[in-house]
């Protein structure tokens, strides 16, 4: 992909103004403090990136990309944000609850 269409992305993820919070394992992008559930949970132990399945499908949609390729885009964009390395990135869409759930 394009450097300056990848810069676009980011900049359309950096534009929803994620709160990042977390524990002593992961952080979580939340829209809003009273979310149950994160848009991306990164943990650090093990370098996993879990994406919210409804925002994998806006990005993909949005911008007409194939749902494995906005996954590593977000991917790195959490990379990037973080300035963390992602190992492994997925979905979540089995398991959202346990996966994207933000702890009390």
């Given at each position: 992909m394009d450097k300056d269409f990848e810069r676009v992305i980011f900049s359309y993820l950096d534009s929803q103004d994620f709160i990042v919070t977390g524990n002593d394992t992961s952080l979580f992008f939340i829209n809003s403090e009273d979310d149950e559930l994160a848009q991306i949970r990164y943990d650090e132990d093990n370098q996993v990136c879990f994406?919210?399945?409804?925002?994998?499908?806006?990005?993909?949609?949005?911008?007409?990309?194939?749902?494995?390729?906005?996954?590593?885009?977000?991917?790195?964009?959490?990379?990037?944000?973080l300035q963390m390395k992602v190992a492994k990135t997925t979905d979540a869409y089995m398991n959202i609850d346990k996966f994207l759930r933000i702890p009390d």
């Open positions: 994406i919210n399945i409804r925002l994998n499908r806006e990005i993909s949609s949005f911008f007409s990309l194939g749902r494995d390729y906005s996954q590593r885009v977000i991917s790195r964009w959490v990379e990037n944000t």
